[in-house]
């Protein structure tokens, strides 16, 4: 025979704030922000070759030619321009893809991503 009295099966011990619906809850309160997004940037410079931006806006931020040239000319005169808005990892990739084709061909084009 055990010492103690027999007792019937117990719940698991929980405070009044730790059940389940407090963290439903909680979940719920979390509201999710929308990810930041991101301007790829072309600056002006004195050598690179005006067509080379224009083909670079084509290539790479799907503009057409009137577009491009558009932007190449605000760049042009006003020393930047954004060329479109992304998500964090494409505005990245793109300003790499850009960059690597810039020194390619030579060309001291400079491209920044910077929050929107
Ligand atoms: N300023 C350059 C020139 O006269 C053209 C140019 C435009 C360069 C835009 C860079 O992001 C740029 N050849």
Do not use: W
């Amino acid at each position: 025979m055990p010492d103690e009295p027999l007792l019937p099966p117990q719940p698991p011990e929980s405070k009044p704030d730790e059940g389940q619906g407090a963290a439903v809850a909680e979940r719920q309160l979390a509201r999710t922000e929308p990810p930041r997004m991101y301007q790829v940037v072309l600056l002006n410079d004195d050598y690179t070759p005006m067509e080379f931006v224009v083909m670079v806006l084509q290539e790479y931020f799907n503009r057409d030619l009137e577009a491009s040239t558009q932007i190449m000319l605000k760049i042009h005169h006003e020393g930047r321009g954004v060329c479109g808005v992304f998500s964090k990892d494409v505005a990245a990739t793109k300003v790499e893809l850009v960059l690597a084709a810039a020194r390619r061909s030579g060309h001291p084009l400079q491209c920044i991503m910077e929050v929107a």
